[in-house]
């Protein structure tokens, strides 16, 4: 994993390919919008992001939930949380030293398994969505037992959000086979982007914990609205 700069702008790179810019970060920022939307009025919120990248989807939880908050980040590779310290903090404000934050270097799912109930919110950007790429072990986090342990992890009336580089049909369609509650999101990988390159799923026992928008779960009756955007 390397990080690189050019001019104003931060890469970071695994192997060679890119796995994430300063450039493109309005993905991340739907990422915490859509998965805080149903919890910013709870008095004392707790999230979980797995995966702290370059502290976009951070910075905006923070924005959006109320002084008695308390976000917890997990993140594997401790140079990327030392990068945010020390070079990439300005990007997005330096979230990191918000005092609502705890930091964990370590894999998010097991922060996942030791927890229950203990999360209003999950937001997971860990690899590029469903497809691991960069951590093998992330497989695990997608499929069905890492997803029922999210659910184990999540409060009533919880959802998780999760980041993807693309859409994934197999992906959805077993989150639904396991009961779950599912609205896909297409989003803008930057502000000014003509396509909705990117994809958001929110996730939850209970419709009702879902943010408004697209791709409503096809077991829950009457009209939606569309999402703006």
């Not at 997971?124 to 992330?138: F, I, K, R």
Request: proline share 6%; aromatic share 6%.
């Amino acid at each position: 994993m390397v990080l690189s700069r050019h001019d104003r702008d931060f890469f970071i790179s695994v192997d060679g390919r890119q796995l994430m810019t300063s450039r493109e970060h309005e993905s991340e920022l739907e990422l915490a919008r859509l998965g805080c939307e149903k919890i910013r009025k709870r008095p004392r919120p707790v999230v979980l992001i797995g995966g702290l990248g370059m502290g976009y989807t951070l910075r905006q939880t923070l924005d959006l939930l109320p002084p008695g908050a308390r976000v917890v980040v997990a993140e594997l590779m401790p140079d990327v949380v030392r990068w945010n310290q020390e070079l990439l903090g300005e990007l997005a404000g330096h979230p990191l030293r918000d005092g609502r934050v705890t930091v964990e270097s370590c894999d998010v799912a097991q922060v996942i398994r030791r927890s229950e109930s203990a999360f209003d919110a999950i937001l997971l950007d860990v690899d590029n969505g469903p497809g691991a790429m960069t951590y093998a072990g992330n497989d695990g986090l997608y499929g069905p037992m890492g997803i029922g342990a999210v659910m184990r992890a999540l409060r009533p009336g919880g959802c998780l959000a999760i980041w993807s580089v693309d859409v994934d049909p197999l992906f959805e369609g077993r989150l639904r086979r396991e009961g779950l509650k599912v609205r896909s999101f297409r989003v803008r990988a930057y502000a000014q982007a003509k396509n909705r390159s990117r994809c958001v799923w929110a996730v939850a026992q209970d419709a009702r914990a879902l943010p408004e928008g697209e791709t409503p779960d096809k077991t829950q009756d009457g009209p939606t609205r569309s999402r703006r955007r």
